[in-house]
């Protein structure tokens, strides 16, 4: 009986409705409405297009910011060793709220679409050195999921991303101490993401041996599939050149054992080498054998942030088609390419390699290797 009265305070305690909050209040209202003054600093000087451009960029930097937040819950999961099972539903829930979060941000280009040219042409000019690319929030989000440099593209030739984000004298700006803070917090989720598959055990297994014979047993079957993907495909269309399809096949086999023997990452380290052949392993190894319950999970969440990749280079091709609409391929306001930079940055900044390339060796259920210890990815009933 005190048990349960004590429950009934507890729960009157944190029910009890706060009378000195409202909801203008909790969410800002006044402060979100005032920030739409445009570079003179008065509203009542600022036309209807300009503030709508200036609402849907805000929107977006709110968005960022979410994403951000949902992103690092991720890498925080997977970082740990192990990560707990029913910790992977809870990461997955963060990345498929990503993708929403992007898809719905891709259509938001439909309202900067209600400009015509003269519309924004009538406001642009104001916009001189202030670019999109200078947004420290996405270069944040690229940053956190692993883009590297290398991979980069300058806006306006300059020597580095970050010489944007400084003061027209080179000084230190909130945007560039934001960009340089993401940097210093941690590795990125794709070397978390790439470290976690490479803990994966194999077949029960993460010794190398064993790793090594799943790999082997699964390029077999890819190997004879191809051969009689050969030899159907030549009885099927007669007047081709059989030499030809073997060739192509070929390419295909040998595409497979150079993925799973990271023989395009000889540049790097051997031990890293080694991960990332345990690494891609993994992966075939978790898709191939996805009906296994303590398998579900882990696929879920190479499925999804595949898809988080795919949303956010939608994202970016619709910006780029925004921008032609609007205003053609004239050079940017912050002296890039425009559109031909936003193209190519749709086309170029892809992160996660792995999970693309893997699709490509994939075997339908009947042909993948059998497992000597399926039990051991079957959910665990304690007594």
């Known amino acids: 009986m005190e048990a349960a009265r004590q ?41 209807n297009d ?19 937040r949902e992103l690092e819950h991720v890498r925080a999961v997977i970082r740990q060793n192990p990560v707990p099972d029913q910790a992977l539903s809870s990461a997955v829930r963060s990345l498929r709220r990503c993708v929403t979060i992007f898809e719905v941000a891709a259509d938001h280009w439909r309202v900067v679409e209600t400009l015509t040219t003269r519309d924004y042409l009538a406001f642009r000019d104001q916009l001189v ?25 300058g806006c306006a030739g300059e020597a580095s991303y970050k010489d944007v984000l400084r003061t ?48 082997e047993a699964f390029l077999a079957s890819h190997e004879a599939q191809a051969h009689h993907l050969v030899e159907s495909t030549g ?38 080498q080694h991960r990332r052949r345990h690494s891609r392993a993994a992966l075939v190894f ?11 999970w882990p696929r879920e969440l190479i499925d999804t942030t595949l898809i988080l990749e795919q949303s956010m280079v939608v994202w970016r091709q619709r910006h780029a088609r925004m921008v032609e609409r609007v205003i053609g391929r004239r050079t940017g306001t912050g002296g890039s390419g425009g559109v031909d930079y936003l193209d190519a940055t749709a086309q170029r900044y892809r992160i996660f390699d792995d999970l693309w390339a893997v699709r490509t060796l994939l075997l339908k259920s009947e042909l993948t290797p059998s497992l000597a210890r399926s ?9």
């Open 50 to 68: 300009e503030v709508l451009f200036i609402t849907v960029h805000q929107v977006y930097e709110l968005w960022f910011k979410l994403i951000l």
């Open 286 to 296: 978790i898709e191939s054998h996805r009906e296994l319950p303590r398998l579900t």
């Open 375 to 383: 039990d051991d990815y079957r959910f665990r009933i304690e007594d």
């Open 7 to 47: 429950a009934t305070r507890l729960l009157a305690a944190v029910t009890r409705p706060n009378r000195g909050i409202s909801y203008w209040d909790y969410i800002r209202v006044e402060d979100l409405l005032s920030l739409q003054k445009g570079v003179h600093g008065d509203e009542a000087h600022v036309g």
């Open 129 to 153: 050195g202030a670019s999109g690319f200078q947004s420290a929030q996405i270069r944040q989000l690229e940053i956190l999921l692993g883009l590297d440099d290398d991979q980069r593209l």
């Open 235 to 272: 009885d099927a269309l007669p007047h081709m050149d059989r030499s030809v399809l073997e060739k192509r096949y070929q390419r295909d086999i040998d595409h497979a054992r150079g993925f799973l023997e990271a023989r395009d990452l000889t540049h790097l380290p051997e031990d890293e």
């Open 168 to 215: 027209a004298e080179g000084g230190t700006t909130p945007a560039l101490e934001r960009v340089e803070r993401q940097i210093a917090g941690g590795p990125s989720f794709r070397h978390a993401l790439y470290d976690w598959l490479a803990r994966t055990p194999i077949d029960g297994s993460n010794d190398e041996a064993s790793v090594r014979a799943y790999t």
